[in-house]
């Protein structure tokens, strides 16, 4: 059984940081899409970031650009979400999901595997 296993939220002030990490079993990790997603309070999911098997392309949502970083660790069957200038805005539960056909997009429905996810709160 797939299993997806977010970690790393906490209450944060504005402009700190936080790494994310999501841990993978039961399924080959090496050929996955890998994204994170977040529902902020009252929203629905919407897409963060994504990258590819082989680590050579990634992708972003506009609002996270220059302040998020997406890796992964093949070898740990890992993908990090460095969150840097954390906004208060930034306040969500974020899910790590996976995909097997190389998608590297912001439609959920597209992604197979999800997590249960990790809340992360920025206070002002």
């Known amino acids: 059984q797939v299993q997806l296993v977010e970690s790393g939220g906490g209450l944060v002030q504005a402009g700190d940081s936080l790494r994310l990490s999501c841990a993978a079993s039961?399924?080959?990790?090496?050929?996955?899409?890998m994204g994170w997603f977040r529902r902020a309070p009252g929203k629905e999911r919407t897409f963060v970031a994504a990258i590819t098997w082989s680590d050579d392309n990634t992708y972003y949502t506009d609002s996270v650009k220059g302040r998020f970083t997406i890796s992964r660790d093949n070898a740990k069957n890992t993908v990090d979400l460095q969150m840097n200038s954390l906004k208060p805005e930034d306040t969500a539960v974020y899910y790590c999901?996976?995909?097997?056909?190389?998608?590297?997009?912001?439609?959920?429905?597209?992604?197979?595997?999800w997590g249960q996810g990790t809340q992360v709160t920025v206070s002002s």
């Open positions: 999901a996976g995909n097997p056909r190389g998608y590297i997009g912001d439609v959920p429905r597209m992604y197979d595997y």
């Open positions: 039961d399924f080959t990790f090496s050929r996955q899409t």
